[in-house]
T-cell receptor
Framework: DAGITQSPRHKVTETGTPVTLRCHQT?????MYWYRQDPGHGLRLIHY???????DKGEVSDGYSVSRSKTEDFLLTLESATSSQTSVYFC????????????????????FGQGTRLTVV | KQEVTQIPAALSVPEGENLVLNCSFT??????LQWFRQDPGKGLTSLLL?????REQTSGRLNASLDKSSGRSTLYIAASQPGDSATYLC??????????FGQGTTLQVKP
């Protein structure tokens, strides 16, 4: 399972409150990702990290921030939760060669955590 | 913008049938394509990874093919079993580890 643990697994929170989800990995992988999964949209990338303090935005980053102060932990924060952020959140790591669009680079393989079901009421 | 489509959205078959799930993508500039399985309320389990230079990969009763030039991949499941019932997702990688997913095919295998 690539040693990925997400916490909490379930959370109900009120609109307007901040929420932090944690992803912890035990195998020292550099690349980590946060996705959300919604009916009709599938999985979409929120933010990603290529190393400690090296993070960037994905497709649906509005309303979210991330931090990575240690290799093993990648935190996703909803700054002020809204009902549209009700979703299932997945953390992933990827394993493989290289970074960026280098000629001859092969792709990476992704492994996912068990997910966090977040409900904003 | 890359778009990934999976057909059919849902499939119900009797046990023992061989079946094919389809995945298509609009931009052939990919590094790899990965097939996942997702059980209800669970995370994604990696099934097969096909690098862009490869044509197919096999694992047990599963065989995945990739035709990058036409933007297509298929997942072949031989001798289906009720335990194969799940949602199957395909995803393409265009930049380091960042995946673009299809919406999945939900498979039900009836005993």
């Amino acid at each position: 399972d690539a040693g990925i643990t997400q916490s909490p697994r379930h959370k109900v929170t009120e609109t307007g409150t901040p929420v932090t989800l944690r992803c912890h990995q035990t195998e020292n992988h550099r690349y980590m990702y946060w996705y959300r999964q919604d009916p009709g949209h599938g999985l979409r990338l929120i933010h990603y990290s290529y190393g400690v303090k090296d993070t960037d935005k994905g497709e649906v980053s509005d309303g979210y921030s991330v931090s990575r102060s240690k290799t093993e932990d990648f935190l996703l924060t909803l700054e002020s939760a809204t009902s549209s952020q009700t979703s299932v959140y997945f953390c992933a790591i990827s394993v493989g060669s290289g970074r960026g669009r280098m000629k001859g680079r092969t792709g990476t393989e992704a492994f996912f955590g068990q997910g966090t079901r977040l409900t904003v009421v | 913008k890359q778009e990934v489509t999976q057909i059919p959205a849902a499939l119900s078959v009797p046990e023992g049938e061989n079946l094919v799930l389809n995945c298509s993508f609009t931009d052939s500039a990919i590094y790899n394509l990965q097939w996942f399985r997702q059980d209800p309320g669970k995370g994604l389990t990696s099934l097969l990874l096909i690098q862009s230079s490869q044509r197919e990969q096999t694992s047990g009763r599963l065989n995945a093919s990739l035709d990058k030039s036409s933007g297509r991949s298929t997942l072949y499941i031989a001798a289906s079993q009720p335990g194969d019932s799940a949602t199957y997702l395909c995803a393409v990688e265009q930049d380091t580890g960042k995946l673009i997913f299809g919406q999945g095919t939900t498979l039900q295998v009836k005993p």
